[in-house]
C-alpha cells in the first residue's frame, strides 16, 4: 500500500507537532524467524526509511526518533559493531535524500562515545542539513534522558557556585533550556512499538505531557497504516496537560 493511500485516514489537523519514536523488537522480530539478533536490525533500518518518509508525507513538523541509548553500549560487542556498522551505512546513504527533501537532521546524544568517523559523519550531515526548512528530524545516539537531566542542573549549579544565580531563582524552564532538545518543542506523542510498555531512559523531562502510544507490532514490520493508526488515536484523545477542561490534540 502506498504512503499516500495509508495516510489518507489521518486528520492533518490534528497531528503532533512533534512526534517520538521508540523503535523496539528487532531481536525478537529475528528470533521468531530462526535468524540471529543482527538481522533484524538490519530490517529495522528499513522501518525506519519507511517511518521518516511517512512522516515527512503526513506533514509531521519534528520527528525523534530512538537510535541507541547509553544502555546499549552492554551488549554484546558483535551486536554493537552490527549496529555501528549499520548506522554509518543509513547516514552516508541516506544524508543525500534527506537534504533533498528539506529535512534537517539533529543528533542528541554523546557522540563523544563513537569512533571519530561516526563523529564526523554526523556532525558533516547536520551542518549540510542545518538550514533546511522541512521536517526536523532528531536522532538520539548515545542518549539517556537521566544523563541530560543530570547535564543541565550541573550547567545551573555551577552558575549558582560562580555566584551568577541563587538555587531558590532556577526554575523548570531553566532546566528546559539546559535540555538537548531545547530547540524543540516538547513531543506531543511517543509511540512504542513490540509491546512493552516503558520509556527506557528517552526524553523523560520532555515527556512529561506526552501522549503514550504502545504497539505490539515489531520495529521491521512497521509500516505507514501502523503510523496511521497511532496518529488517528492521538487525534482523539482529550489533553488536559493538568487541568480540567480538555483540549484539542493540538
Not at 7 to 25: C, F, N, T
Not at 119 to 130: K, N, P
Request: aromatic residues 8%; negative net charge.
Amino acid at each position: 500500500m502506498s504512503n499516500k493511500l495509508a495516510l489518507a485516514s489521518v486528520d492533518r489537523d490534528k497531528l503532533p507537532q512533534h512526534l517520538a519514536v521508540i523503535m523496539d523488537g528487532n531481536g525478537r522480530w529475528a528470533s521468531d524467524r530462526g535468524m540471529p539478533r543482527t538481522f533484524g536490525h538490519k530490517q529495522g533500518v528499513e522501518a525506519t526509511k519507511r517511518l521518516v518518509t511517512a512522516a515527512r508525507d503526513v506533514g509531521i513538523e519534528h520527528l525523534t526518533i530512538y537510535g541507541f541509548s547509553t544502555e546499549n553500549w552492554a551488549r554484546p560487542k558483535d551486536e554493537v559493531d552490527v549496529l555501528m556498522g549499520l548506522l554509518k551505512s543509513y547516514f552516508n546513504a541516506e544524508i543525500s535524500e534527506l537534504h533533498r527533501a528539506n529535512i534537517r537532521i539533529r543528533v542528541i546524544g554523546n557522540k563523544g562515545d563513537f569512533s571519530r568517523d561516526i563523529a564526523a559523519l554526523l556532525d558533516r550531515s547536520e551542518t549540510l542539513t542545518a538550514q533546511n526548512s522541512g521536517m526536523t528530524l532528531c536522532v538520539a545516539l548515545s542518549y539517556g534522558g537521566r544523563n541530560e537531566i543530570v547535564a543541565s542542573v550541573q550547567s545551573l549549579a555551577a552558575r549558582v557556585a560562580a555566584g551568577e544565580l541563587a538555587a531558590d531563582e532556577i526554575t523548570a524552564d531553566m532546566v528546559a533550556t539546559g535540555l538537548e532538545t531545547a530547540d524543540l518543542p516538547d513531543p506531543d506523542l511517543i509511540i512504542r512499538t513490540s509491546g512493552e510498555q516503558r520509556l527506557s531512559n528517552f526524553l523523560l523531562w520532555q515527556a512529561a505531557y506526552a501522549e503514550l502510544y504502545f504497539d505490539p507490532v515489531l520495529w521491521p514490520d512497521y509500516s505507514a497504516e501502523h503510523l496511521a493508526t497511532a496518529l488517528n488515536v492521538f487525534a482523539n484523545r482529550e489533553r488536559r496537560f493538568g487541568g480540567l477542561k480538555a483540549q484539542t490534540a493540538l
